[in-house]
């Protein structure tokens, strides 16, 4: 079983819609985690961290569920540029960065 | 700005040739990992390390060595390239835990 497993999409949505990822975690050691957009080709960039009390930043949310080892990412009003791979990580106690796969959204006019 | 370079782009080596992957960052940071990314599977961590002259195995070291001789710098080594190491391999930095890890452009290896 991976560490961190995401659903790998693809996600079509249109524009506007609503979506969500989910990613869920094993190492209950994690103390960290993050959200990752990845455009094709290019490096992985930080989208947002994820705090426990959940936190947002403009039409993105993230939640951390530290009970069930999940954390989420809700888009809201999608837009075309907001397609890419989004990747989840986990940072536990020894600094070790843990890639989910990624998840793959294809957002259509 | 924290800049992640990596010395090449694209590389294209033969079988059996010892390949060496540069990644300098320039912001002091501690923690560097070399990962490659391959499509389906995600990326893999191959070696990280948090100080100089440290190093520590991640989920895919076969084939792979690294050296950390200042702090700086964080190379990746193909002791004897095969084909299945052709891949995109990606750097990383980041200074300490709950931080932004920062990403070299990526060098996408081909072996032939």
């Known amino acids: 079983r991976k560490e961190v497993e995401q659903d790998p999409g693809p996600f079509n949505v249109p524009e506007g819609a609503t979506v969500a990822f989910n990613c869920t975690y094993s190492?209950?050691?994690?103390?960290?985690f993050f959200w990752y957009r990845q455009d094709c080709r290019k490096e992985p960039k930080l989208l947002m961290s994820v705090y426990s009390s959940g936190n947002e930043d403009g039409r993105f949310t993230a939640q951390l569920n530290r009970a069930s080892q999940y954390i989420s990412l809700l888009i809201r009003d999608s837009k075309l540029s907001d397609s890419a791979t989004y990747l989840c990580?986990?940072?536990?106690?020894?600094?070790?960065?843990?890639f989910g796969g990624g998840t793959r959204l294809m957002v259509k006019p | 700005d924290v800049k992640v370079t990596q010395s090449s782009r694209y590389l294209v080596k033969r079988t059996g040739e010892k390949v060496f992957l540069e990644c300098v960052q320039d912001m002091d940071h501690e923690n560097m990992f070399w990962y490659r990314q391959d499509p389906g599977l995600g990326l893999r961590l191959i070696y990280f390390s948090y100080d100089v002259k440290m190093k520590e195995k991640g989920d895919i070291p076969e084939g792979y060595s690294v050296s950390r001789e200042k702090k700086e710098r964080f190379s990746l080594i193909l002791e004897s390239a095969s084909t299945n190491q052709t891949s995109m391999y990606l750097c990383a930095s980041f200074p300490s835990m709950n931080t932004e890890a920062f990403f070299g452009q990526g060098t996408r290896l081909t072996v032939v």
């Open positions: 990580v986990s940072n536990n106690a020894g600094n070790m960065l843990t």
């Open positions: 190492n209950s050691a994690s103390q960290s």
